[in-house]
Structure formats: C-alpha cells, structure tokens
C-alpha cells in the first residue's frame, strides 16, 4: 500500500457530513414520491434536509478551491486522472443544483419552501405550471444522476482500495 496523503479532517467531516445527508434526502424523497409515508411531514423533512446540503455544499466548494487536496496514488493514470476531475466538478455540481431546482420547483408551485418546520424560504421561481412540471423532471433526472455518480465514485473507490491496495480510501478515513 502506498501512502497518498490524507485530507484535512475538516474536508473529512464534511465529506461523509454530505454522504450522509444525500443518503438520507434520497431515501426520504424516494418514500415521498412512493407515498411510504405522511406526504406532507416528508416533504418538510426533503426540503430541509436538501437546504442544509445546499449549505454544506457551497462551504464545500469553498473549502476545496482554499485548499490543497492529496497527491493521488502513483496507481492513477493521466486519463483516469482526468476522470477524478469530472467526476468531482459534476458530483459539486450536482450537490448544488439539486437544492437549487428543489427550491425552484416548489416556488413554481406557488408555495414557499418551508424548512425546519416553520422557517419559510423566499420563492425563487414564479407560480408556473409548465415551469414546475420541467422542474420536477430534472430534479427527478438530478436524483438519478446522483445515484449514478455516487456509484461510480464510491466503486472507483472500492476498486482502488480493494484490488490495487493504493490507499486510496484512507485519504478520507483515517
């Protein structure tokens, strides 16, 4: 096993804080959309749980561009290399416009976000029906994309750490 480096613990928290969380929202709008559950308690829950990883994602961003992340492993070819710096500018942006065409879908509906129970957003998009009928396919598309870059990444992971013994998941666990 090579030794790569490990990220910042702070990185670190936020990296598996964020896990976490899309886990969690996926699970809670897949039970939502699948009526396994109060819609409306739900919902409340969905759209908190996306605002705070709105929040965590533009601290993400900017804890990423102040700071230096490790070497890869020597294991790590130029195309793959390549690939790393994709995959990480499409899961940001998708951990930042998920949040954002949420927000956006529930002002075209003509109501106001409301998160943590009682604390209501500002609506971002004007009451429009075609509006929120685009907005709720690509937030459903989002979802998918998410699900698909999350098992691409943590695959990639596995790959490195199981077969190649490069050290690659104990950048962001130890």
Avoid: C
């Amino acid at each position: 096993m090579t030794n790569t480096g490990r990220y910042p613990l702070r990185t670190r928290i936020l990296h598996w804080l964020t896990a976490i969380l899309i886990f969690a929202t996926l699970l809670v709008g897949f039970a939502m959309v699948n009526s396994l559950g109060s819609y409306a308690a739900l919902l409340g829950t969905h759209m908190t749980l996306g605002a705070v990883i709105l929040v965590i994602a533009v601290v993400r961003v900017a804890n990423r561009f102040t700071h230096r992340v490790p070497p890869l492993p020597a294991t790590v070819g130029s195309v793959e290399h390549k690939l790393v710096i994709g995959s990480e500018i499409g899961l940001y942006t998708a951990m930042l416009a998920q949040p954002l065409v949420g927000w956006a879908l529930v002002s075209a509906s003509g109501r106001s976000p409301v998160i943590f129970g009682s604390l209501r957003l500002p609506r971002i998009a004007p009451f429009d029906e075609s509006l929120y009928f685009i907005l709720r396919q690509g937030h459903s598309v989002l979802a998918y994309l998410i699900v698909a870059m999350v098992a691409a990444h943590v695959s990639a992971v596995l790959l490195h750490t199981l077969t190649l013994r490069d050290g690659m998941l104990s950048r962001m666990v130890r």
